[in-house]
């Protein structure tokens, strides 16, 4: 599956002809930082999320529908920042509060607090090519990730959301990078590519030494922009994790694998600078492609504001 959509996202950007219109404000169903609009030099966000678990994936790709005495979900209001300095660099700091929620028969587990804190830098090096121009380009940038353990975690904590879940932390400092590519494919219709690659360095978060695995986010999606003020969104995201080690063992089966489904909406008030967007993130029980995670579904508002 994932080198059918490789295939597909390769073949449509070296067919476009048109350039699409630029997106209103960002949303989640690609994989990019982005917050400002590349014509701002500020924006602000705050974005709510609701995530409810579905069920589990086990270490051999098995799906297990929650029972009707387990229960997992949680709460998180997250505040983002972006500064464009100078205008094709964008620096994107994120703070979120949670409240997480786990029962299982008699075992039971509430969670309140600052999540991690994250810095993001967002280096746009080529603009997608014009009409006219022989070779049809994409537009492309490179990124940089520093989370830092703000949050807390607990050692009694059976399971975590595999799709990122409620971020009350790590417990490990996390430094990754990634890429974007944007390429018109009709006058309204955009393709995004995303990847990021991130190291979990060793923590005692546990009591003793540990070490997560690392992680790989990969995105393919599409944005149409149903009008100059409206834009919607059909994206897939795949997150793959290394195996945990622990007091200087490797455990294995505790590394993860989740397919996730996005679909986005996001309005954009070009007199104003407020936009605001709704998202939807479902994580389909297939066997083939997630393991070892927990399948969630997600929605999310966000409200912000932009100037320049």
Excluded at 6 to 35: E, K, V, W, Y
Excluded at 110 to 119: M, P
Excluded at 152 to 168: E, K, P, V, Y
Excluded at 267 to 275: C, F, I, M, V
């Amino acid at each position: 599956m994932k080198r059918t959509l490789l295939l597909l996202g390769a073949l449509a950007l070296l067919t476009a002809r048109r350039p699409a219109q630029a997106c209103p404000c960002s949303d989640d169903a690609g994989n990019s930082a982005s917050l400002a609009r590349a014509d701002e030099r500020y924006a602000v966000a705050l974005v709510a999320t609701s995530r409810q678990a579905l069920g589990r994936f086990d270490a051999q790709r098995r799906y297990h529908a929650l029972s009707s005495d387990e229960a997992e979900a949680s709460e998180e209001l997250l505040l983002r920042a972006a500064l464009r300095w100078p205008m094709r660099v964008e620096w994107l700091g994120e703070l979120g509060y949670a409240s997480y929620r786990f029962h299982a028969g008699r075992i039971a587990e509430r969670q309140a607090g600052v999540g991690d804190g994250a810095l993001r830098t967002r280096v746009s090096l080529l603009e997608e090519s014009m009409p006219h121009e022989p070779i049809p380009w994409p537009a492309f940038a490179v990124t940089a990730l520093l989370r830092a353990p703000l949050g807390t975690i607990s050692s009694g904590r059976s399971s975590s959301f595999g799709s990122g879940g409620a971020q009350l932390g790590l417990g490990a400092w996390e430094a990754g990078g990634g890429v974007d590519l944007k390429r018109s494919v009709a006058t309204r219709l955009e393709l995004l590519l995303g990847a990021e690659a991130a190291y979990r360095f060793e923590d005692h978060a546990l009591a003793k030494a540990r070490r997560l695995g690392p992680r790989l986010d990969s995105s393919l999606a599409l944005r149409l922009a149903t009008a100059p003020w409206l834009a919607n969104s059909l994206g897939v995201r795949y997150r793959v994790s290394g195996d945990v080690d622990y007091d200087g063992q490797r455990l294995p089966g505790t590394g993860e694998r989740l397919l996730s489904i996005v679909l986005g909406a996001a309005w954009y008030g070009e007199a104003t600078g407020l936009r605001s967007s709704l998202t939807l993130s479902l994580d389909p029980p297939l066997r083939s492609v997630s393991a070892g995670s927990t399948a969630v579904a997600a929605l999310g508002v966000a409200l912000g504001y932009g100037s320049q």
